[in-house]
């Protein structure tokens, strides 16, 4: 498979462009996170670049709670993703993991971040965390791996991620609040879709 540019502008190519390069010339996650971040700072400024189309909630999205998770570039060897993940007012993601290092940033609206650690098969609660628009943090597996997001704000909101996976094609898992027991997960995209399993 090739690569995929599902919203194929200069803002992105240039992006994708600059996190390659980071990822190539980094020894660690830390590393090329340190290098993307002022790139995704700028991208999560910039008010123009992502078309209407994938600020969309979606009744049919995998999230549930018409959420929808809107690729906008992914690698052929799934080793890179760039999607937006749309949470409308009232509505939070279950629990879950993404099982790759990326950056996750606030676009548009409000959210609440929690994020859950596993301590002897059950999942603590470890931190609460709201953010605005151009707030953005990391997610490391496996610490701070595990989370859920809500909207808080009357605006629905949108957020961006870049992730070493392909994120809503690949296998990972939701978690039950009270008992922690984690399930299998995929999420899919709203606008492609995954490849068969063998
Ligand atoms: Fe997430």
Request: charged letters at 25%; hydrophobic letters at 35%.
């Amino acid at each position: 498979m090739s690569d995929e540019f599902v919203l194929d502008t200069a803002t992105v190519r240039g992006f994708v462009e600059h996190v390659r390069r980071a990822i190539d010339s980094s020894d660690s996650a830390e590393e090329a996170i340190d290098a993307i971040r002022p790139r995704f700072a700028d991208l999560l400024a910039d008010g123009g670049w992502l078309p209407a189309q994938y600020a969309e909630p979606a009744e049919e999205g995998g999230m549930g709670g018409g959420i929808g998770q809107w690729l906008l570039y992914r690698t052929g060897d799934g080793s890179l993703s760039l999607f937006s993940l749309v949470v409308p007012p009232g509505s939070e993601t279950p629990i879950h993991d993404h099982l790759a290092w990326g950056l996750v940033g606030l676009y548009r609206g409000k959210q609440d971040e929690e994020i859950y650690s596993q301590r002897n098969g059950a999942l603590e609660l470890t931190e609460r965390r709201a953010l605005a628009p151009g707030d953005f943090y990391a997610l490391i597996p496996p610490l701070d791996d595990i989370h859920l997001v809500r909207t808080t704000s009357e605006e629905t909101s949108v957020s961006i991620h870049v992730l070493t996976n392909d994120t809503g094609c690949v296998w990972r898992h939701t978690f039950d609040p009270g008992s922690g027991e984690a399930h299998p997960f995929r999420s899919g995209y709203v606008n492609v879709s995954c490849e068969e399993e063998e």
